[in-house]
T-cell receptor, first 114, second 115 residues
Framework: AQKVTQAQTEISVVEKEDVTLDCVYE???????LFWYKQPPSGELVFLIRRNSFDEQNEISGRYSWNFQKSTSSFNFTITASQVVDSAVYFCALSEARGNQFYFGTGTSLTVIP | GAGVSQTPSNKVTEKGKYVELRCDPI?????LYWYRQSLGQGPEFLIYFQGTGAADDSGLPNDRFFAVRPEGSVSTLKIQRTERGDSAVYLC?????????????FGPGTRLLVL
């Protein structure tokens, strides 16, 4: 079974629009960690954020914000006032405390149109 | 400081050949990971090293794949008798040992094409 589901395969928005990327995860562990990575056309995965399962506070970093809801097993990512440089594939990942591997979703390809 | 580096950036080989992919982790990172990313997919775990030893190799698809990290720093992923299905981007990541799950920092990957 897929541990991380990113249902949105591709999203296109016009510059300055807000966009939310969805991530739903599945785990039986009570302690786990969630991550978002950005993969621009160059291919390198860039770390964006890490969240622990026991910290449900939402986080904002500039134009980026994350909404973590354990009740719905979701960890959604919102970009406010999108820019062309935000165009990339975004991956959500899960790591369970009893292991070290990351389980990645299939990614959401975001295109910001100028 | 320098990030994770991987060489070569691209590798084209013929079916049946042997290839080696190299990863140089961030200095001071004792944990090292290999992932494989097929087109349109997320990275899939292959193997994890803590120091010199492979702590988890459950993701290696078969015995054609092998990885080493003899001195606890640079790692080499080795693929024998390559098949066309091995074509993918091979990503390496490293993390700082913190006693728990640590953020993994990724290299640019090696794009392997098996003809």
């Amino acid at each position: 079974a897929q541990k991380v589901t990113q249902a949105q395969t591709e999203i296109s928005v016009v510059e300055k629009e807000d966009v939310t990327l969805d991530c739903v995860y599945e785990t039986r562990d009570t302690t786990y960690y969630l991550f978002w990575y950005k993969q621009p056309p160059s291919g390198e995965l860039v770390f964006l954020i890490r969240r622990n399962s026991f910290d449900e506070q939402n986080e904002i970093s500039g134009r980026y914000s994350w909404n973590f809801q354990k009740s719905t097993s979701s960890f959604n990512f919102t970009i406010t006032a999108s820019q062309v440089v935000d165009s990339a594939v975004y991956f959500c990942a899960l790591s369970e405390a009893r292991g070290n591997q990351f389980y990645f979703g299939t990614g959401t390809s975001l295109t910001v149109i100028p | 400081g320098a990030g994770v580096s991987q060489t070569p950036s691209n590798k084209v080989t013929e079916k049946g050949k042997y290839v080696e992919l190299r990863c140089d982790p961030i200095s001071g990172h004792t944990a090292l990971y290999w992932y494989r990313q097929s087109l349109g997919q997320g990275p899939e775990f292959l193997i994890y090293f803590q120091g010199t030893g492979a702590a988890d190799d459950s993701g290696l698809p078969n015995d054609r794949f092998f990885a080493v990290r003899p001195e606890g720093s640079v790692s080499t992923l080795k693929i024998q008798r390559t098949e066309r299905g091995d074509s993918a981007v091979y990503l390496c990541a490293s993390s700082y040992p913190g006693g728990g799950v640590e953020t993994q920092y990724f290299g640019p990957g090696t794009r392997l094409l098996v003809l």
